[in-house]
């Protein structure tokens, strides 16, 4: 499979490499990525002004949506063929993440969403809305998670009570 990666921090040095497809463990999934979105900390994460201190290499990205292509014998909640979405924080659902939960974060430093095939654990993932009868579905799919992630801050930071949100 190929993957982007960066090895040394700055746009220009970002390069494909070749990987082998990951096998997931029993409590893990494996998805066929299908779109990546890039977000400012994307940019920030490859240039080396979020965390110059981070190891590298990494694949970078944190946002993404993908088919899921292989399920681990222990996980009971994906079928293949399920469009999921990988979370930004394994381990973080709910509450104020711990900083425990931010070292693991993808795109940086753990690998993240640039790369054709992504392994994670099962409840890492998060069912992906819409069809899959046209190829934009995948293309809004990756700035969605954005979007709700950035609705779920702006909820909790401020008095969003009388704000609705629709989709469609």
């Not at 899921?68 to 924080?89: H, Q």
Request: contains cysteine.
């Amino acid at each position: 499979m190929q993957a982007y990666i960066f090895e040394e921090f700055g746009r220009e040095k970002l390069k494909m490499v070749e990987r082998p497809v990951p096998e997931p463990a029993s409590d893990e999934i494996v998805l066929k990525m299908k779109a990546v979105s890039l977000n400012f900390r994307d940019l920030l994460m490859v240039e080396g002004n979020y965390n110059p201190r981070m190891k590298l290499p990494v694949v970078p990205c944190s946002d993404g949506v993908g088919v899921v292509s292989a399920v681990g014998s222990n996980v009971k909640d994906w079928k293949i063929g399920e469009r999921a979405m990988p979370v930004f924080a394994p381990g973080w659902y709910d509450g104020d993440p711990e900083r425990t939960h931010l070292r693991g974060a993808i795109g940086g430093p753990a690998d993240g969403t640039l790369q054709q095939y992504m392994c994670l654990k099962a409840v890492d993932a998060v069912k992906a809305p819409g069809k899959t009868a046209s190829g934009l579905w995948w293309s809004w799919d990756a700035p969605q998670q954005q979007l709700s992630v950035m609705m779920t801050i702006l909820y909790r930071r401020a008095d969003m009570s009388e704000v609705e949100c629709y989709q469609g």
